[in-house]
Nanobody
Framework: QVQLVESGGGSVQAGGSLRLSCAYAGDVLRMGWFRQAPGKEREGVAIISAIGQTNYAKTVEGRFTISKDNAKMTLYLQMNSLLPEDTGVYYC???????????????????WGQGTQVTVSS
C-alpha cells in the first residue's frame, strides 16, 4: 500500500513563496502535484517521472519546481512568485505504473494524499 502525507501549505501574499512537502511510504514510480480551486476540477500542476523527468502546467512553468528526495522519501513543490489564482487545495499523487509517463491527468494516478490548503492574497 502507498501512503502520502502533505504538509507546508498556508497563507501568503502575492509574490511570496511556499514549499510543499509530501512524505510517502511504499513503492512508487511517478509522483505529482495537483490542485483544486473552489468550484473547479482538480488539475495537474507538476509531474516527476521515475527517472527524474519533469513536466509542468503552463500556468506554473518557471515559477514552480518539483523535486524528489528518494533517501528521505519526500516529494517537494517549491512555489515562487505566487499569484492569487494559485489558491487551492494541493494534493500529492503517486502511481506504480508507466514510470515514464509525464501526463498531467488525474486518471494517471492511483494514490492520493489528503491535501493541503494554499491561499494567496492580493
Amino acid at each position: 500500500q502507498v501512503q502520502l502525507v502533505e504538509s507546508g501549505g498556508g497563507s501568503v501574499q502575492a509574490g511570496g513563496s511556499l514549499r510543499l512537502s509530501c512524505a510517502y511510504a511504499g513503492d512508487v514510480l511517478r509522483m505529482g502535484w495537483f490542485r483544486q480551486a473552489p468550484g473547479k476540477e482538480r488539475e495537474g500542476v507538476a509531474i516527476i517521472s521515475a527517472i527524474g523527468q519533469t513536466n509542468y502546467a503552463k500556468t506554473v512553468e518557471g515559477r514552480f519546481t518539483i523535486s524528489k528526495d528518494n533517501a528521505k522519501m519526500t516529494l517537494y513543490l517549491q512555489m515562487n512568485s505566487l499569484l492569487p489564482e494559485d489558491t487551492g487545495v494541493y494534493y500529492c499523487a503517486a502511481d506504480r505504473r508507466r514510470p515514464g509517463a509525464l501526463g498531467l491527468d488525474v486518471d494517471l494516478f492511483s494514490y492520493w494524499g489528503q491535501g493541503t490548503q494554499v491561499t494567496v492574497s492580493s
